[in-house]
């Protein structure tokens, strides 16, 4: 079956920079993009932009251009995501989600979800 | 990109039908047939009920229908059960290669 299992939680404090994995199992890795999906304490889902797992190709939601970069390594099928100079408003719960029909958001599978705390 | 508008809250009693709005613009909802829409109860990642518009993946019961008109997509919940208490979000695509969400609606089953 299909598993998107999110690397554990995070604490940093401001201005320092967090990696996020996320290992697929059960499909083939490269056939399918990747979001990035966070959720502040309380607020709602925000997206963070995509990777294309086959060819590497990145597109980030205008918000986190310049401090956000998501890459692939396809000989372990894992996605990442690293989001540099942190402030108090990145606490959140960060999701990687599987879209089924390219970059629509068809998003049917998704990871456990990784807490990251910025504090300082 | 702004967030498409959804209403915080909703409620309705069990057996009882209820839709939530989501309004974009003629950029996102209005220009596009991508409208997704996720269920997520507290503690867990969201979940599909809602694809294209009005498609929904296997599994969830056929009491979840979507539809569009215009800027303004919908889901509608009928047979309202207990299990159904969740927060709602609709996800549109917005051009470009780009998503928005909307900000959630928190459904109470009285």
């Known amino acids: 079956q299909v598993q998107l299992v999110q690397s554990g939680a995070e604490v940093r404090k401001p201005g320092a920079s967090v990696k996020v994995s996320c290992k697929a199992s059960?499909?083939?890795?490269?056939?399918?993009?990747m979001h990035w999906v966070r959720q502040a304490p309380g607020q709602g889902l925000e997206w963070m932009g995509w990777?294309?797992?086959?060819?590497?190709?990145?597109n980030y939601a205008q918000k986190f251009q310049g401090r956000v970069t998501m890459t692939r390594d396809t000989s372990i099928s894992t996605a990442y995501v690293e989001l540099s100079r942190l402030r108090s408003e990145d606490t959140a719960v960060y999701y990687c989600?599987?879209?089924?029909?390219?970059?629509?958001?068809?998003?049917?599978?998704w990871g456990q979800g990784t807490v990251v705390t910025v504090s300082s | 990109q702004s967030a498409l508008t959804q209403p915080r809250s909703l409620s309705g009693s069990p057996g009882q039908s209820v839709t939530i709005s989501c309004t974009g613009t003629s950029s996102d909802i209005g220009g596009y047939y991508y409208v997704s829409w996720y269920q997520q109860h507290p503690g867990i990642a969201p979940k599909l009920i809602i694809f294209d518009v009005t498609k929904r993946p296997s599994g969830v019961p056929d009491r979840f229908s979507g539809s569009k008109s215009g800027n303004t997509a919908s889901l509608t919940i009928s047979g309202l059960q207990a299990e159904d208490e969740a927060d709602y979000y609709c996800?549109?695509?917005?051009?470009?290669?780009?998503?928005?969400f909307g900000g959630g609606t928190k459904l109470t089953v009285l």
């Open positions: 996800c549109s695509y917005a051009g470009s290669y780009t998503l928005v």
């Open positions: 059960g499909y083939t890795f490269t056939g399918y993009f």
């Open positions: 990777i294309n797992p086959n060819s590497g190709g990145t």
């Open positions: 989600a599987r879209d089924w029909s390219g970059d629509y958001g068809e998003m049917r599978d």
